[in-house]
Structure formats: structure tokens, C-alpha cells
């Protein structure tokens, strides 16, 4: 048996790489799997949020999900503090990871940076919490994006860990989903950084709520270089970048995955239309596809949020069967470890 799951953080402003990165593929995935969708309010608060935004947040990624092409009749979307499985398997495998694991994490350098005392301890426990989000399921495959392979492989020790501390095979060996060529969505200012929510600029993401002026106008200033669009031998034999293009000319192989993923044509394909072309052509014709593409799910968000009952309706539904699946799991956990 197989089963998908993934989450998604309300923390902010979904962007293009939300979209091609996460969202494209949840919807392939639901052809062929039983999947489950969670939006994860209990991660977004190991860093300080406003709770009326983090509210706003969270019908904001459902929507989202819906608008990307997950159907809530086939897959399950709801949020993740509303299905207690998540917190209490989280605590039991608080005890069963090591400290020496978790400081092997790299996101908590990063992300707790300099201020390492001042980081919350959710921040550091995060990547159990999400070992506990996929392992209450038992899902044997989740598709992440390359800065949570980590912490994945993080998940797969604590399920081996439980399994042989206790003597069984209860929890799974969760595979990662490798995800396709725009799994890395960059920054449109600056190609060596992921695109976020969080840099500063507006202008280094598309977000999936901007408008056709906003998308038109961001590809317009995107970062490029003073070359023509390169030739097919930019690719290796393997088909991938080569490493010279991806360190010389980043902004440009981004574009690129970003043409690509948005088109659903293979690379060949689309260096072999844009070979030897300036960028301003290039450029348009990038705008009006991902105008073409966006615009749609943007509008479908916006009708999304404004049926309040519909959402709900959803998330409530998406509970109940989470819930469904979780709670003999949890059950079983319990008995396992020898709770009263
Ligand atoms: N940590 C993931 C991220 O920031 C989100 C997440 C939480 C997740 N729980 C998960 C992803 C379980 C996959 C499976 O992107």
C-alpha cells in the first residue's frame, strides 16, 4: 500500500515555487495515490505570527491547494492543530530522536541564525513534529523539496528507531518524492537563492496572488545577463544544466526551469525555441505564460476565500477523515509504548 502526504506552512505569501515546487506535483500525485494534504499551523508558530494572520493564512493555502487542482472529494486537505495525533506522536518521538540528530539539522542554523538562544524550542523540535505529521499516517512516500530532505531522512531514522526499540515494524521507511526540474524555484533577483516569502523584495517572487500587471511587470525587471539565451550545448548528456551555465549565468537557467515547469515542455524544447534570442523577447513570452497559467489560479483563490461556508466545509470534512486514519495509529503508538 501507498500513501502520499505533504504539508505546506501558512507563514505567508505563496509563490511561484509553492506552486511548481509543491503544489504542480500534489495534483500528479492524487492520479495515482491515496494522498493527504495538511496545512501546518503548528510549524508556522515556531516563529512569531500574528494569530489573525496566521488565520487568514491557513484558509489562504487551503484555497490554494483547491485552486492548484487537488480535489478535496479524492484527496484529504485539512490542518494539522486540528487533528491531535500530530502533537501527541510528536512528544512520543521527542523521546525516541536523539539531541545529536537534531543538531545535525542545517534549516535550524539557518533559520534560528545568530540568536541561537533566542530561538523558540518549537524551531529546533520542528523537524519531529513533521516526523510525527507524516509517521501518524504511515505514508510511505512524500514529496518534498530539496531543503527537507533532511529532515526527512530524519523522520525514516525515528520510524527505524521506534520500529527497533520496540521490536516491530510499525512505522514505515517514509521515500522521499523527487520532484521535477523546478523543484528549485530562485529568486528572480538573484539565481543562487531560493525564491521565499521571505527576502525582502517583492519583486524576487511571483506570488500566487499577484495580479497580470504585478506578473508582467516582476519578469519584466528580472535579474539577466548581458548574453543571448543559450544553445542546446548548455545542457549535459544527462540533460541537466552543466555546471559552468549554473554558475555563470544562475538567473538564466531559472528563467528557464521556470519557462519550462510553467509549460510542461522539456528543457531541449525550450532551448532549442529561445537559442540565440535577446531576453526581452524571451521575457514576453514568459510573462504571457505565466499570466496564462497564474491568473487563473489566482481568481480561483480569490473565489475560494470569498465562500467562507464552501472552505470550511472542506477543512471540516478533511479532519474527520484524517482523523479516520490517524486515530488507530495513534492508538496502536500509544499501547506500543505501554501508556495507561
Ligand atoms: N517542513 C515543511 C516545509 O517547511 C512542511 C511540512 C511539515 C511537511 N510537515 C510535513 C512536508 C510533512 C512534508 C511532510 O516545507
Given at each position: 500500500m501507498s500513501r502520499v502526504f505533504s504539508g505546506v506552512q501558512p507563514s505567508g505569501n505563496l509563490h511561484l515555487g509553492n506552486y511548481l515546487g509543491a503544489m504542480k506535483n500534489f495534483v500528479k500525485l492524487q492520479e495515482d495515490h491515496e494522498c493527504i494534504y495538511c496545512v501546518v499551523d503548528m510549524h508556522a508558530i515556531t516563529v512569531k505570527l500574528d494569530p489573525l494572520t496566521l488565520k487568514k493564512n491557513v484558509l489562504e493555502v487551503a484555497a490554494a491547494f483547491i485552486a492548484s487542482g487537488i480535489n478535496p472529494e479524492k484527496s484529504i486537505i485539512f490542518v494539522?492543530?486540528?487533528?491531535s495525533a500530530h502533537a501527541e506522536l510528536a512528544w512520543i518521538f521527542n523521546c525516541v530522536a536523539r539531541l545529536g540528530w537534531l543538531n545535525r539539522m542545517t534549516q535550524f542554523k539557518e533559520k534560528a541564525g545568530k540568536n541561537r538562544e533566542g530561538a523558540s524550542i518549537g524551531l529546533y523540535t520542528y523537524p519531529i513534529l513533521m516526523a510525527a505529521d507524516i509517521l501518524a499516517y504511515h505514508a510511505t512516500h512524500v514529496p518534498v523539496g530539496d531543503d527537507q530532505r533532511q529532515h526527512l531522512e530524519l523522520a525514516r531514522d525515528i520510524a527505524s528507531k521506534f520500529n527497533s526499540d520496540f521490536g516491530n515494524e510499525f512505522f514505515p521507511i517514509t521515500e522521499p518524492v523527487i520532484m521535477g526540474v523546478a523543484t528549485r524555484v530562485m529568486s528572480l533577483r538573484d539565481g543562487k537563492k531560493k525564491m521565499s516569502?521571505?527576502?525582502?523584495?517583492?519583486?524576487?517572487r511571483l506570488n500566487l496572488t499577484d495580479n497580470k500587471d504585478e506578473i508582467v511587470n516582476k519578469i519584466k525587471k528580472a535579474k539577466t545577463d548581458p548574453m543571448v539565451l543559450p544553445d542546446?550545448?548548455?545542457?549535459?548528456e544527462n540533460g541537466m544544466f552543466k555546471d559552468q551555465i549554473l554558475q555563470e549565468r544562475p538567473e538564466t537557467v531559472n528563467l528557464l526551469n521556470i519557462y519550462s515547469a510553467l509549460s510542461e515542455e522539456p528543457m531541449e524544447k525550450v532551448i532549442s525555441n529561445f537559442s540565440g534570442r535577446q531576453f526581452t523577447h524571451f521575457k514576453n513570452e514568459l510573462s504571457d505564460l505565466a499570466v496564462e497559467v497564474l491568473t487563473p489560479v489566482n481568481d480561483e483563490i480569490k473565489k475560494l476565500l470569498g465562500n467562507n461556508s464552501f472552505m470550511e466545509d472542506i477543512l471540516k470534512k478533511g479532519k474527520e477523515k484524517a482523523i479516520e486514519i490517524s486515530d488507530p495509529i495513534i492508538n496502536e503508538t500509544k499501547r506500543i509504548v505501554g501508556y495507561f
Open positions: 494539522q492543530s486540528q487533528v516569502k521571505s527576502e525582502e523584495s517583492d519583486y524576487s542546446l550545448d548548455c545542457l549535459g
